[in-house]
């Protein structure tokens, strides 16, 4: 399959992203000898606190890499980055909150293992990228996802009990999809990926004996997935798509982390909404959904196949894929009632954050269409 982007402008973000977020690399080595020794010499708190690192560098690389800077050259980025979101809310869930995370390093088949993916992770996956060609500010460090899922992959495996293991879906898939850069951009310490993903999960299901898939999955986040498809797959057919890189360097900063942030808050609370048509604003809301989802889709179809007509030239036409959302989202915020966890929630909640991620992301696009360039 044909990526909508090169590996100079792969390795490009890497250099960005480091020059941005510098000295944040420092910081991360220091959480991740702080979790080492915790997992080594538990005490009362360390399972919290190593819950609570995981769960902050995932939620780190779904907003600041994925949303923020991976973006710029792949739309796919955002399913990423939301799905890296949900994986750190994972983390705090069932590690802070559930305390049913427990990391302990033995000295067994696990934990041996475990450290021998840590270690990889911190240091034999950038020593091995050294001697592929892939030099810092180019190259994948720890704090970015495929260092950090290996890393991850290596403390489940010092778990001092049974894990959940739907924590470990979302790092399985992605040693998936990562382990494609080491073919398609010869990052060839990726390789680590794919093998630690195999290894960790095949390991603990045995451990475990059985794998059963908890009532809070069946989530309003389902509904999102065709949508999300969507974009994935004509975000580069969408008038001016080819200049939207350029552009994003003229948008200002404010606007963007106003965008990503409620975006980010938006898409929590959909993965915590039960997933469940039983009320009759529910069945409104489904048909909202449906009837808000052609829309949508209608109005993309519209600037593909018809950009030189009226209507794709006008700022109502060009917005439309901006703003027709409300259609849909407001159908998810009628079927979403309540949250899971028993976590008091009101509708206006989510639907401030949906009004205010419109008028970010409508802005957003407002600046992509019409400022001179």
């Known amino acids: ?115 021998v993916l840590i270690l990889f992770a911190l240091i034999g996956y950038p020593v091995l990228g050294y001697f592929f060609g892939h030099v810092y500010p180019y190259s994948p460090t720890f704090g970015l996802p495929c260092p950090t899922t290996i890393f991850t992959f290596g403390l489940l495996l010092m778990s001092a009990k049974k894990s959940p293991l739907t924590i470990l879906i979302i790092p399985f898939i992605w040693s998936i999809i990562g382990f494609s850069a080491a073919f398609q951009f010869e990052i060839w310490e990726d390789t680590g990926l794919i093998v630690a993903g195999l290894i960790t999960t095949s390991l603990l299901i045995y451990r475990n004996g059985q794998f059963h898939l908890p009532k809070y999955l069946f989530n309003c986040f389902l509904l999102t997935i065709p949508i999300l498809v969507w974009n994935i797959l004509l975000a580069n057919k969408l008038p001016k798509s080819s200049v939207l890189e ?91 009632d309540a949250l899971f966890f028993k976590i008091p929630y009101k509708r206006w909640i989510y639907f401030v954050v949906v009004i205010l991620f419109l008028i970010f992301h409508n802005w957003h696009t407002y600046l992509i269409y019409f400022t001179p360039h």
């Open 1 to 115: 399959m044909k990526l909508p982007f090169t590996t100079e402008q792969f390795l490009e973000v890497f250099k960005h992203y480091h020059q941005a977020v510098f000295p944040m690399q420092v910081i991360f080595c220091v959480m991740s000898a702080t979790a080492i020794y915790l997992a080594i010499k538990p005490n009362p708190s360390s399972n919290k606190i190593i819950s609570t690192i995981l769960s902050f560098l995932w939620l780190w690389m779904g907003i600041v890499y994925h949303m923020t800077f991976f973006t710029t050259i792949n739309k796919a980025a955002y399913l990423f980055g939301g799905v890296f979101i949900i994986q750190g809310i994972l983390f705090l869930i069932f590690g802070v909150f559930q305390n049913k995370l427990s990391f302990h390093f033995r000295k067994d088949n696990y934990g041996i293992t475990g450290m």
């Open 246 to 336: 350029t552009l994003l360097n003229n948008i200002p900063s404010f606007l963007l982390y106003g965008e990503n942030i409620s975006r980010t808050i938006m898409f929590i609370l959909i993965f915590l909404m039960p997933l469940r048509i039983s009320t009759t604003a529910q069945k409104k809301g489904v048909a909202l959904f449906v009837a808000g989802t052609l829309v949508y889709f209608a109005s993309w179809l519209i600037l593909i196949y018809f950009p030189n007509s009226s209507w794709s030239n006008s700022v109502p036409g060009l917005l439309a894929p901006s703003y027709t959302p409300l259609l849909w989202l407001t159908g998810i915020g009628l079927i979403g």
